[in-house]
C-alpha cells in the first residue's frame, strides 16, 4: 500500500519555487507556490501538455531543474493480486526515469532486475528526492540508489535488508527519504536502526537510532519548534523526536495504529502536530517551545477528528482537511480539538463507489497558496479545484485525467500522490505519467 499543514522544515532543498522535488513539495506542506496559475477548471478541460508510458508504481512523481524523475516496476512474471496479508511475487526490473519537462522525452533510465514479494506489489511506493545535485530513490524492496540528476550514474547504494537487517514490511518500504543540508534521513528497520542518518554524497552512516517491533511506512520529516530542531520518527509502537545531528532521543509518545500502519506525514501548525492512522488512532501532540519535550493536546474519537492513511492531511486556518479510511470521506476538523464541521466523499470515491464501496477512499490535496484554491487529484483519476473552508466544500471543476490501472477492495484505483511545476500538475497510473497545462489564459 501506498503511503504517500502548515509544515516546518529547516533548509530541507535549494529548489527553485516552481520545483516539486519530493513528496508533498520543495517545503514537504503540500503548497504549491506558483503564480500564474489557472483559477478555473472548464467543462472542456485544461490542455494536456503530454503523456508517456510508464510501469507500474504507487510512487509519485519528482521535478527539479528542468526534469521530471518518476520510478515504476516492468513486470516480466507474477499476476496481480491484492490480498491485505498475503504477500504476492513478481519478477521485473525496477526503474527510474528521468524526462524533459517539456516534451516528456526520456533523458536517462535507471534499471535492475528485482523480484518483489508485497502485497500490493504494483511498483514502487517512495516517490524520488533530489537534493545537491542527487536523486534518491527507494525501491519497494528496501533498495535506496544515490544517482546523479543530470546524467543517472551511480553515486552510492544501500540495501535495507541485507546492510541493516531490515525486515521487509508485507506492504513494501514506502517512507520517501529526506534531504536536509547535507543529511539523508531515512526510515530504515533492524535492530537499533529503524532510523538512519546517512551523509547524503557518500552513504557513510552517521548514527542509527530506535528500535520497533516493525519500522511502518511513515516518512521522517523535519520541524523547528523554539530554537529547537527535532527529527520526527513515527514507527507504529510510538511518535519518536531526535536530535537530528546525533540520533539522541529527545521525546516517545505512544501512538499505535491498527496493522503496524504508521503512514500519513506528521503535520505541524504551530508548536502541534497532528497525525493519525487505521484504527481510530490520532492525537494532536503539543509541543514545549522552550524545551524538546511533548504530551498529548488531544485525542481523536469515533466522531471527531478524521484518520488517514494513503493521502496526508493538509491544516490551514485552524482547520485540518484529510481523507478519513474507513468513512473514505473528505473531513473538515478542528485544529483546537478534533470537533468535525463537515464531510463529503465528492472528491475521493467515483459516485458508482460511494455506497459499500469499502475504506480508504483516497484523494491528494494541494493548496494553491495565492489563490487559495485545492487542487485535488482522486483516486477516480480525477483532477478537482476546489475551495475549502471551515463552513464547506465547494467544487470549482473536475476533469478526468487518467483510468484507474489497479484495484483496491474491488473498486478500480489510482493511488498515486501528483507533483505541480512549471505550471502544471504531473500524475502518473500504471501506464502513462501525464503533465496538464495549469497556467493562465
Not at 176 to 189: R, S
Not at 207 to 235: F, N
Not at 272 to 298: C, H, N, T, Y
Amino acid at each position: 500500500m501506498k503511503i504517500p499543514i502548515v509544515f516546518c522544515i529547516a533548509g530541507i532543498l535549494s529548489a527553485a519555487a516552481d520545483d516539486w522535488p519530493r513528496w508533498m513539495g520543495g517545503k514537504a506542506d503540500g503548497v504549491w507556490r506558483e503564480t500564474g496559475i489557472r483559477a478555473d477548471l472548464p467543462e472542456a478541460g485544461a490542455p494536456v501538455a503530454w503523456r508517456v508510458p510508464v510501469g507500474w508504481g504507487y510512487s509519485g512523481p519528482a521535478v527539479a531543474d528542468g526534469r521530471v524523475y518518476v520510478s515504476d516496476y516492468q513486470r516480466s512474471k507474477g499476476e496481480l493480486m491484492n490480498n491485505p496479508g498475503k504477500a504476492v511475487t513478481w519478477e521485473g526490473k525496477e526503474r527510474l526515469l528521468c524526462l524533459d519537462v517539456a516534451t516528456g522525452k526520456e533523458i536517462w533510465k535507471y534499471e535492475k532486475d528485482r523480484t518483489y514479494m508485497l502485497s500490493y506489489p504494483g511498483g514502487p511506493r517512495a516517490t524520488p528526492t533530489i537534493a545537491n545535485g542527487l536523486v534518491y530513490f527507494l525501491g519497494g524492496m528496501g533498495n535506496l540508489v544515490a544517482l546523479d540528476a543530470k546524467t543517472g550514474q551511480m553515486k552510492w547504494e544501500k540495501d535495507f535488508q541485507k546492510d541493516f537487517g531490515a525486515e521487509l514490511p508485507i506492504w513494501g518500504f514506502s517512507a520517501h527519504p529526506l534531504v536536509v543540508g547535507d543529511t539523508l534521513y531515512c526510515l530504515v528497520g533492524g535492530k537499533g536502526s529503524v532510523a538512519v542518518a546517512f551523509n547524503a554524497m557518500t552513504g557513510e552512516v552517521r548514527w542509527k537510532a530506535l528500535d520497533a517491533r516493525s519500522q511502518g511506512y511513515c516518512p521522517p520529516s523535519m520541524v523547528k519548534v523554539g530554537k529547537t530542531e527535532q527529527l520526527i520518527i513515527w514507527h507504529p509502537e510510538a511518535m519518536n523526536s531526535l536530535d537530528p545531528k546525533s540520533g539522541e532521543l529527545y521525546w516517545s509518545l505512544p501512538l499505535k495504529p491498527t496493522y503496524g500502519m504508521s503512514v500519513m506525514t506528521p503535520q505541524l501548525v504551530g508548536n502541534r502536530i497532528f497525525a493519525s492512522g487505521i484504527g481510530r488512532v490520532g492525537a494532536m501532540i503539543e509541543l514545549d517551545p522552550d524545551k524538546p519535550e511533548a504530551k498529548f493536546a488531544w485525542r481523536g474519537k469515533p466522531k471527531t477528528a478524521m484518520y488517514c492513511c494513503n493521502s496526508t492531511p493538509l491544516i490551514h486556518d485552524g482547520v485540518i482537511y484529510g481523507c478519513d479510511i474507513r468513512s473514505s470521506q473528505l473531513i473538515a476538523a478542528s485544529v483546537e480539538n478534533g470537533e468535525r464541521f463537515w464531510s463529503t466523499m465528492e472528491p475521493t470515491m467515483a459516485e458508482e463507489h460511494r455506497k459499500g464501496g469499502g475504506g480508504h477512499g483516497t484523494a491528494y490535496l494541494t493548496r494553491h497558496e495565492k489563490s487559495g484554491n485545492y487542487w485535488i487529484f482522486s483516486e477516480s483519476g480525477d483532477l478537482i479545484l476546489a475551495k475549502l473552508s471551515k463552513e464547506g466544500y465547494q467544487e470549482l471543476g473536475r476533469q478526468p485525467i487518467l483510468k484507474p490501472t489497479n484495484e483496491a477492495f474491488g473498486r478500480p484505483v489510482v493511488w498515486s500522490g501528483p507533483a505541480f511545476a512549471d505550471k502544471a500538475i504531473f500524475v502518473r497510473n500504471d501506464k502513462e505519467l501525464v503533465k496538464v497545462d495549469l497556467s493562465a489564459r
